[in-house]
């Protein structure tokens, strides 16, 4: 079983910056991708980001620019840098990876964009 331990978020300001990190209890090696998704009230879960071995990146166009998704395999972690975060970023975010047919999920981890 694996174990998505995700982590970083809080509340800021708009325009402000935040980091969150994904720690998995697996070698993320031979993981193609990994992802980042979010879920604000009322509405489904999104992608976000995603991020292959090669590191090859796909963002939504809503956070084209202002966020980076990035990943270490040598910790078995994955990142997503937020910048100019907007009110509208605000959700919980989860990370996420595919090992053959199994989806494994983070726990979540809130983010909230106000003044």
């Known amino acids: 079983q694996v174990q998505l331990v995700d982590a970083g978020g809080g509340k800021v300001q708009p325009g402000g910056p935040l980091g969150l990190s994904c720690v998995a209890s697996?070698?993320?090696?031979?993981?193609?991708?990994m992802g980042w998704y979010r879920q604000a009230p009322g509405k489904q879960r999104e992608l976000v980001a995603t991020i292959t071995t090669r590191a090859s990146t796909n963002y939504a166009d809503s956070v084209k620019g202002r966020f980076t998704i990035s990943r270490d395999n040598a910790k078995n972690t994955m990142y997503l840098e937020m910048n100019s975060l907007k009110p509208e970023d605000t959700a919980v975010y989860y990370c996420?990876?595919?090992?053959?047919?199994?989806?494994?999920w983070g726990q979540g981890t809130q983010v909230t964009v106000s003044s």
């Open positions: 996420h990876l595919r090992i053959g047919l199994r989806h494994y």
């Open positions: 697996t070698c993320t090696d031979n993981i193609h991708t």
